[in-house]
């Protein structure tokens, strides 16, 4: 049994069923308790796994320091209220209000692994309302406001009952010491106040972000108007980047728009912690000249991050920029990004499922832009992702679909790209060299199952040995038609609903279709994003 380790805590539930109940207040709170009995009553309860959910009425039992599942029944979806939210994937409860006697609570709660009935330890016990300002942070302009400032070098917690203001550059843990975890709260709003402040994870530290469908985190400018309000925020890993002279034992390098913070490493499987329902709004000010940041960068993050859920809106460079690394992420939403969407270059080796790119009809580039590196093409180790159910939606200002380049390489699967000037463009004798040729590929650059609709589907770049449509076409499953979407959504009767075939991975979904959405009843956008329509 796993105990409550902290007096504190002890203290703290105890008071709570000393004080007489969980009790719902008139607006918020989702969940009761009879101290008669013990039991605490859940209305609502949404299971998540991965993007489909199902809903229970559950009870929980007080059985010592521990709660004990006793009844849970099945009930008909309830979206679009605040409930109580059960993610498989982390194992936790977020409970989002309690009303304990006159105050209102935020409660967590952490499965016991392996417990038959279920049991569940008390994680957190945070009050919804303001409080003051914690040590790590000073008041800030307006009321229930903090900022965060420098270096935060121990492990700290943002709750949702506080305004969280950035100040400048804000760093968690020093480089690859003093590491330091922070930890975001559900519902949780994080901005910044003007122009060049962000939110910095250097190596050996961590971010746990967990959000939920009914109460997502937040970053944003503050007047959440326009693209680049504020800086963005950025992981910076011990997993494998190129660009280093061969033999260099380990290869590091200075990011290029903050040149004094570094990443990279020799851990593939480094762990910078986890970001799920999570919206990142209005980022990408320029730091220094020409040098914007983009919504969410990935400094050679390794493939122990968890990245789900995550949108980016609006940001006046590129939603999501990898830098090498071998990140893997699912249900991303990139929308209204004012150059590209997804972006690698530095030897990314990564992993993405499930990802929906839709440009403004007045600004944006790319869907994807890939390189393996700038400055030698051929530098090891080369990117080469592997891709999945990506809907590209572009608009008549931006310029390819998906931009293959500077000798990347990617197996890309199941992918939609509509809407832009030119659907896929390869470029550079490097990339041409690396993928083979139409009838030998050599396997390093491929895509499969995938469908082009652009009014020009294909464009043969630079140093170019085959013709990118031979390419494209002498694949498996690749058609130049009509996805028929309704939006982004495919329509009744699209080709994309069984369009699609499995990755051979265990990181990947199964699917049977192309692009981000199985049809129209699997919109795993709703209530969780920033509106985009």
């Not at 050599?442 to 990118?468: H, I, P, Q, R, Y």
Request: with cysteine; glycine share 12%.
């Amino acid at each position: 049994m796993v105990r409550f380790e902290k007096k504190q805590v002890r203290m703290t539930i105890a008071a709570a069923l000393l004080l007489g109940m969980f009790t719902p207040n008139s607006h918020a709170a989702t969940a009761s308790f009879d101290p008669a009995t013990g039991i605490v009553d859940f209305p609502v309860v949404e299971v998540l796994d991965g993007a489909s959910s199902s809903f229970y009425s559950a009870q929980l039992q007080v059985v010592g320091n521990d709660l004990q599942l006793i009844a849970a029944d099945v009930i008909s979806p309830a979206k679009g209220q605040q409930r109580v939210v059960f993610d498989s994937a982390t194992a936790a409860v977020h409970v989002p209000s309690v009303v304990v006697g006159g105050d209102e609570f935020y409660a967590k709660l952490q499965l016991v692994p392996g417990s038959n009935p279920m049991r569940f330890t008390l994680a957190q016990f945070v009050s919804n309302n303001f409080q003051g300002c914690p040590s790590f942070s000073t008041p800030g302009p307006t009321s229930e406001s903090c900022i965060l400032s420098g270096e935060i070098k121990q492990d700290i917690t943002l709750t949702k009952n506080i305004q969280w203001i950035l100040s400048g550059g804000v760093f968690v843990g020093g480089d690859k010491t003093e590491s330091a975890t922070i930890t975001i709260n559900p519902g949780t709003k994080i901005f910044g106040q003007q122009g060049a402040d962000f939110l910095w994870i250097r190596r050996g530290s961590k971010i746990m972000a967990e959000g939920t469908p009914d109460n997502p985190i937040v970053m944003s400018g503050p007047s959440q108007q326009a693209a680049g309000e504020w800086g963005g925020l950025i992981l910076a890993g011990n997993a494998p980047i190129n660009g280093c002279n061969e033999g260099v034992p380990l290869c590091e390098a200075p990011f290029e728009a903050v040149t004094s913070e570094f990443y990279g490493g020799n851990n593939p499987a480094d762990n910078s912690g986890l970001i799920k329902y999570t919206q990142i709004l209005f980022a990408g000010f320029a730091v220094r000249p020409d040098q914007e940041l983009n919504g969410l960068t990935l400094n050679a993050v390794g493939s122990g991050t968890v990245i789900d859920f995550v949108q980016v809106h609006n940001g006046l460079d590129d939603g999501v920029e990898m830098f090498g690394g071998t990140a893997q992420m699912k249900h991303l939403v990139l929308t209204s990004n004012g150059d590209d969407n997804l972006d690698w270059t530095s030897g990314w080796t990564g992993k993405a499922q499930f990802v929906l790119v839709k440009q403004a009809a007045d600004d944006g580039d790319r869907g994807i832009e890939a390189d393996s590196n700038e400055v030698n093409n051929d530098s090891l180790p080369r990117a080469k992702p592997i891709i999945s159910n990506l809907t590209l939606i572009g608009s008549s200002v931006g310029t390819q679909g998906i931009l293959l380049r500077r000798g990347t390489g990617a197996n890309i699967w199941n992918t939609v790209v509509t809407g832009f000037p030119d659907c896929v463009q390869i470029d550079g004798a490097a990339t041409f060299k690396n993928a083979g040729s139409p009838g030998n590929l050599s396997g390093e650059l491929t895509m499969v199952n995938s469908f082009v609709n652009c009014a020009n589907n294909f464009k043969d770049g630079t140093d170019a040995t085959f013709s990118v449509a031979d390419w494209f076409n002498s694949q498996s499953g690749n058609k130049t038609e009509d996805p028929l979407l309704n939006g982004y959504l495919p329509a009744t009767g699209s080709p994309l609903t069984l369009g699609g075939a499995p990755v051979n991975d265990p990181f990947f979904n199964t699917v049977d279709y192309a692009g981000a959405f199985k049809d129209a009843n699997d919109d795993w956008t709703q209530e969780w994003t920033f509106r985009f329509n």
